[in-house]
């Protein structure tokens, strides 16, 4: 079996998973990033995206993130979402609601950087929705 490591991801609503797990991918502002045992400290803004958790049990659950920070250290990963559901509670019609709002974001953007970013979001937004 495969080394484990503490795993915490908090919503602002409440603690959603606290326990060991093998493997978790999170969807980092910078691109999708494998977490382990013994990973390297490493400090990550989310975007929008699956963030995938591996148990060792054969069991993978995702999450539906809405942004946030990720915390690795050799022991432990933190996650704190801005919003976070799981995957078999993801109501499509509240993903097509923030789509909508990314298109919004878009239009109203009054700079190329902040549109880029939204551009970036319904991007990702549209992957999910799929």
Same mark, same amino acid.
């Given at each position: 079996?495969?080394? @484990? +490591?503490? +795993? /915490?991801?908090?919503? *602002? ?6 326990? %060991? ?5 999170? &969807?980092?502002?910078?691109?999708? +990033?494998?977490?382990?045992? =013994? $990973?390297? &400290? ?5 975007? *929008?995206?699956?963030? %995938?958790? /591996? !148990? ?9 993130? =809405? ?5 690795? @250290? *050799?022991?432990?990963? @933190? ?24 298109? %919004?974001?878009?239009? !109203?953007?009054? /700079?190329?950087? @902040?549109?880029? #970013?939204? #551009?970036?979001?319904?991007? $990702? ?6």
């Amino acid at each position: 079996m495969a080394d @484990t +490591f503490k +795993f /915490d991801l908090v919503s *602002p609503e409440r603690l959603l998973v606290s326990g %060991e797990v093998t493997q978790v991918v999170v &969807p980092g502002s910078e691109g999708d +990033f494998a977490v382990l045992a =013994g $990973h390297a &400290p490493v400090l990550s803004t989310m975007r *929008p995206g699956m963030l %995938e958790i /591996d !148990d060792g049990d054969a069991k993978r659950t995702r999450y539906f993130i =809405g942004g946030g920070f990720a915390e690795a @250290t *050799p022991e432990r990963l @933190t996650v704190l979402a801005e919003e976070a559901v799981a995957e078999a509670d993801l109501d499509r019609n509240v993903l097509a609601q923030s789509i909508q709002n990314a298109r %919004e974001d878009i239009a !109203d953007a009054k /700079d190329d950087a @902040t549109r880029a #970013q939204a #551009q970036e979001t319904l991007d $990702h937004l549209q992957q999910i929705h799929a």
